[in-house]
């Protein structure tokens, strides 16, 4: 990356977490330290990345920003609330970004992310100008109808499991931000709507969301399968 070029991070981490039984995911632990402190501490150690804006519930505004002040993290400049889709939460990351021409975007519910990962992003994302981490599909997957009835198998090989970080040139992002309204469950699928290439990239398996209590606990065994 030309050094001339900031880079942005966004971390989405506004959802309401209704399936961790009554857990604020977010400050669940993980090798004692919250999930979401986690994903920070990644981000902030990422010499590629120059600012990052956190976006959080209305309710854990104020909880995060002492987090923030606690742990010393100079790269976070702005702790904002998000909205009520998480697109509406990117977008209000996006809106307090500063002078940056890629923005990282990331799932605060994804915490074992690693450098290498958005460094690669980045890289990917030279390009075409946007860029996601997947995985190859393994199981076979069926197309059905609202009553169940298979429509469709397509060929496996075809198929990615997308992930986050998802990287992209800062005037992508923003021009599909403000021109695409239809709601969508990623990024990349409004650049897509406007016509332009996305790049997969390699994740790894490792890099799951914590939804439920299991992913929590998987998540911990992962964390001390790499010794972290």
């Not at 069926?142 to 005037?171: C, Y």
């Not at 990239?201 to 911990?220: F, S």
Request: net charge neutral.
């Amino acid at each position: 990356m030309n050094n001339q070029q900031k880079t942005g991070a966004i971390i989405v981490a506004a959802g309401k977490g209704e399936r961790m039984g009554g857990v604020d995911k977010m400050f669940a632990l993980l090798g004692g330290k919250p999930i979401l402190a986690r994903v920070i501490d990644t981000f902030h150690k990422c010499k590629s990345i120059d600012q990052i804006v956190l976006v959080v519930s209305r309710e854990n505004l104020e909880p995060c920003q002492h987090l923030v002040a606690e742990q010393g993290w100079s790269k976070v400049t702005e702790v904002c609330p998000g909205g009520e889709r998480r697109q509406d939460s990117v977008a209000a990351g996006l809106s307090r970004l500063k002078s940056c021409h890629w923005v990282v975007i990331h799932d605060g519910a994804r915490p074992l992310v690693t450098v290498d990962l958005i460094d690669r992003g980045l890289e990917a994302a030279r390009e075409t100008g946007a860029a996601v981490a997947g995985v190859p599909v393994t199981d076979t997957i069926k197309v059905a109808d609202n009553d169940r009835i298979v429509q469709e198998t397509p060929p496996r090989q075809s198929l990615w499991a997308v992930q986050t970080p998802q990287v992209f040139r800062f005037d992508i992002i923003a021009k599909a931000y403000q021109q695409v309204k239809a709601e969508v469950t990623d990024d990349a699928t409004l650049v897509e709507q406007l016509g332009y290439k996305v790049k997969l990239y390699m994740g790894t398996r490792d890099n799951i969301k914590v939804t439920t209590p299991d992913d929590l606990i998987l998540a911990g065994v992962l964390w001390q399968k790499h010794g972290k």
